[in-house]
Antibody
Framework: EVQLVESGGGLVQPGGSLRLSCAAS????????VNWVRQAPGKGLEWISY????????YYADSVKGRFTISRDSGKNSLSLQMSRLRAEDTAVYYC????????????????WGQGTMVTVSP | SYELTQPPSVSVSPGQTARITCSGD??????GFWYQQKAGQAPVLVIY???ERPSGIPDRFSGSSSGTKVTLTISEVQAEDEADYYC??????????FGGGTKLTVL
């Protein structure tokens, strides 16, 4: 089955750190760029980070730049997000999402999502 | 960064047509994409490249683009279409932006 499965969420204090993981299966993970997208409780979707298929390019939203680091291990079909200096406003469900590729072209949109993992930043 | 603007809510009766708009200066230079998110679930891509439909998405879902606006149209709306809908695009500064989302209510 083609899927992404996130893990690593939980409760963390402000200023703390947490590492999220995303396990990919059912497709050739090494051929796809992947992203992290989050959704605060009752709010909309917010893209936060991207990593290219070969890890050459990494992009971040301004809201997390300098605090979060995206990485991948294509040998293990896994994606990670190292989060540090966490704030209350980082509380959200975090999704990993695969870039859309069709007919040999890829687009910065997301055709496969995980089920999400909840991160709560609170004292 | 740029913004994508959607109406907060749209309401239609079953069998009617729902249209959800998304406005932004990135259009028409960039493609628009649409996602459906039902309560407690992950988003699902329903339209890509303005008007393409992924496999498995009913043909009641269609997309269009005109000037600085993209539109998601759902024909013959069914109760199961009740969800939040988000538009999305990207820009040359290597960022992705989502619209604020539109809650579709089927009366």
């Amino acid at each position: 089955e083609v899927q992404l499965v996130e893990s690593g969420g939980g409760l963390v204090q402000p200023g703390g750190s947490l590492r999220l993981s995303c396990a990919a299966s059912g497709f050739t993970f090494s051929q796809y760029s992947v992203n992290w997208v989050r959704q605060a409780p009752g709010k909309g979707l917010e893209w936060i980070s991207y990593i290219s298929s070969d890890s050459s390019f990494r992009y971040y939203a301004d809201s997390v730049k300098g605090r979060f680091t995206i990485s991948r291990d294509s040998g293990k079909n896994s994606l990670s997000l190292q989060m540090s200096r966490l704030r209350a406003e980082d509380t959200a469900v975090y999704y990993c999402a695969r870039d859309l590729c069709r007919s040999g072209s890829c687009y910065w949109a997301f055709d496969l999502w995980g089920q999400g993992t909840m991160v709560t930043v609170s004292p | 960064s740029y913004e994508l603007t959607q109406p907060p809510s749209v309401s239609v009766s079953p069998g009617q047509t729902a249209r959800i708009t998304c406005s932004g200066d990135v259009f028409p230079n960039q493609f628009g994409f649409w996602y459906q998110q039902k309560a407690g679930q992950a988003p699902v891509l329903v339209i890509y490249k303005d008007n393409e439909r992924p496999s498995g998405i009913p043909d009641r879902f269609s997309g269009s683009s005109s000037g600085t606006k993209v539109t998601l149209t759902i024909s013959e709306v069914q109760a199961e279409d009740e969800a939040d809908y988000y538009c999305q695009s990207s820009d040359s500064r290597n960022t992705v932006v989502f619209g604020g989302g539109t809650k579709l209510t089927v009366l």
